[in-house]
Antibody, heavy 120, light 108 residues
Framework: QVQLVETGGGVVQPGRSLRLSCAASGFTFSSHGMHWVRQSPGKGLEWVAVIGGNERTQYYADSVKGRFTMSRDNAKNTLDLQMNSLRTEDTAVYYC?????????????WGRGTLVTVSS | ENVLTQSPGTLSLSPGERATLSCRASQSVSSNYLAWYQQKPGQAPRLLIYGASSRATGIPDRFSGSGSGTDFTLTISRLEPEDFAVYYCHKYGNSPGTFGQGTQLEIK
């Protein structure tokens, strides 16, 4: 079954860290760029970060650059997002998403999402 | 930043009717890299259209996308009960993209 499943969300205080994971199945994981997209009531859908299939290419939104780090393990078909120095504005549902076509950052497969709440 | 503005904010229609959703970009969208997604409550977005007019795998042909430059349209020819949801447009490329704020399609 082709799917993405995120885990790791929860409630965390501002300034603390959290690590999200995404498990992929049913497709050749290493052949696809993978992204994190988040959704909050106030800001709607917002692209967060991408990692290429070869792991060497990574880009981050300005809002998370220097605080978030993406990684992947192609042997285990997993994707991680290490989130440090969390802020209240990082509160959102975080989705991992598969890149639809090489070099075209639309998303043809999404996980169900995991909720991150940053609050004191 | 290329801002996407969707209209209307809410569209009230009945099953069987035709729905026309608009997405306007503040700058021209290169290569017509414009996608549409459907999102139901508690679910992730689902890709409907990419490249402005190409239907994603498994999407019924009542969904169609059109447009170029700065003006794009998603049309649902005959609404089914399961089509009532929020629809987002998305400008993409090989760099960070932007999403519209969404159109809520509700049952009249």
């Amino acid at each position: 079954q082709v799917q993405l499943v995120e885990t790791g969300g929860g409630v965390v205080q501002p300034g603390r860290s959290l690590r999200l994971s995404c498990a992929a199945s049913g497709f050749t994981f290493s052949s696809h760029g993978m992204h994190w997209v988040r959704q909050s009531p106030g800001k709607g859908l917002e692209w967060v970060a991408v990692i290429g299939g070869n792991e060497r290419t990574q880009y981050y939104a300005d809002s998370v650059k220097g605080r978030f780090t993406m990684s992947r393990d192609n042997a285990k078909n997993t994707l991680d997002l290490q989130m440090n120095s969390l802020r209240t504005e990082d509160t959102a549902v975080y989705y991992c998403a598969r890149e639809g076509n090489w070099g075209e950052w639309y998303f043809d497969l999404w996980g169900r999402g995991t909720l991150v709440t940053v609050s004191s | 930043e290329n801002v996407l503005t969707q209209s209307p904010g809410t569209l009230s229609l009945s099953p069987g009717e035709r729905a026309t959703l608009s997405c306007r970009a503040s700058q021209s969208v290169s290569s017509n890299y414009l996608a549409w997604y459907q999102q139901k409550p508690g679910q992730a977005p689902r890709l409907l259209i990419y490249g402005a007019s190409s239907r994603a795998t498994g999407i019924p042909d009542r969904f169609s996308g059109s447009g170029s430059g700065t003006d794009f349209t998603l049309t649902i020819s005959r609404l089914e009960p399961e089509d009532f949801a929020v629809y987002y447009c998305h400008k993409y490329g090989n760099s960070p993209g932007t999403f519209g704020q969404g159109t809520q399609l509700e049952i009249k």
